[in-house]
């Protein structure tokens, strides 16, 4: 059975950096389209950052330059640095991995792909973010 686990989330000050992980059990994620996801209370899940199994990565105008998306394969890893957080990054933070192994390139995965069904992606229960003013 696959598991995946984000950890890293807490309460950091508006400027101040984060650095989520992801791993999962069950799955190799470098065999996998990956990539992180947030969502606020009464917003819809936005995909924030992901990477194509061929490596290449896309990440959404609400976080290009101030996030980093990576991936360690040998330790199977995904992690997501964060940077010059605003009040506006304060969201639960999930990680998710394509159920097959399509190599989709990361746009369509953060967005298309996962917006039509969750039944596409391995989830986790996510990790919380809270940034203050």
């Known amino acids: 059975q696959v598991q995946v686990v984000e950890s890293g989330g807490g309460l950091v000050q508006a400027g101040g950096s984060l650095r989520l992980s992801c791993t999962a059990s069950?799955?190799?994620?470098?065999?996998?389209?990956v990539g992180w996801f947030r969502q606020s209370p009464g917003k819809e899940r936005e995909g924030i950052s992901c990477?194509?199994?061929?490596?290449?990565?896309y990440y959404a105008d609400t976080v290009k330059g101030r996030f980093t998306l990576s991936r360690d394969n040998a330790k199977n890893m995904l992690y997501l640095q964060m940077n010059s957080l605003e009040p506006g990054d304060t969201a639960m933070y999930y990680c998710?991995?394509?159920?097959?192994?399509?190599?989709?390139?990361?746009?369509?995965?953060?967005?298309?792909?996962?917006?039509?069904?969750?039944?596409?992606?391995?989830w986790g229960q996510g990790t919380q973010v809270t940034v203050s003013s």
């Open positions: 069950g799955l190799t994620l470098g065999t996998r389209t």
């Open positions: 990477i194509s199994r061929a490596g290449t990565t």
């Open positions: 998710a991995a394509d159920r097959t192994g399509v190599n989709y390139v990361g746009s369509y995965y953060c967005t298309a792909r996962t917006r039509a069904t969750d039944e596409n992606s391995f």
